[in-house]
Nanobody, 126 residues
Framework: QVQVVESGGGLVQAGGSLRLSCAASGRTFSSYTMGWFRQDPEKEREFVAAISRSNSDTYYADSVKGRFIISRGDAKNTLYLQMNNLKPEDTADYYC???????????????????WGQGTQVTVSS
């Protein structure tokens, strides 16, 4: 199985940018579809973005489309989330997730990830 560890969170002003990273170890990173999720303590966990294992197709939540970019560096076993034009409502703990499956549909990208990291905190001040 794969292990994943997030980094790159922090405090940023509204309109600013952050880049999150997710370092993977264990099984072959390129075998996994990868996703980013977030959770505010007072809300349910929310899908943010995902990238497929086979052809690097990407899928985004409407709330972040046009502002966030998900990418992967298979040679470095690392997943990235570039977050631009951040808003206070983006404040949350961000989690990296992995599954060994090729996703072709939005429902696949959004769910059933068995492997999760511990999260990294992002705070956007107004």
């Amino acid at each position: 199985q794969v292990q994943v560890v997030e980094s790159g969170g922090g405090l940023v002003q509204a309109g600013g940018s952050l880049r999150l990273s997710c370092a993977a170890s264990g099984r072959t990173f390129s075998s996994y579809t990868m996703g980013w999720f977030r959770q505010d303590p007072e809300k349910e966990r929310e899908f943010v973005a995902a990238i497929s294992r086979s052809n690097s197709d990407t899928y985004y939540a409407d709330s972040v489309k046009g502002r966030f970019i998900i990418s992967r560096g298979d040679a470095k076993n690392t997943l990235y989330l570039q977050m631009n034009n951040l808003k206070p409502e983006d404040t949350a703990d961000y989690y990296c997730a992995a599954k060994e499956f090729t996703c072709l549909t939005p429902s696949c990208f959004r769910s059933n990830y068995p492997y999760w990291g511990q999260g990294t905190q992002v705070t956007v001040s107004s």
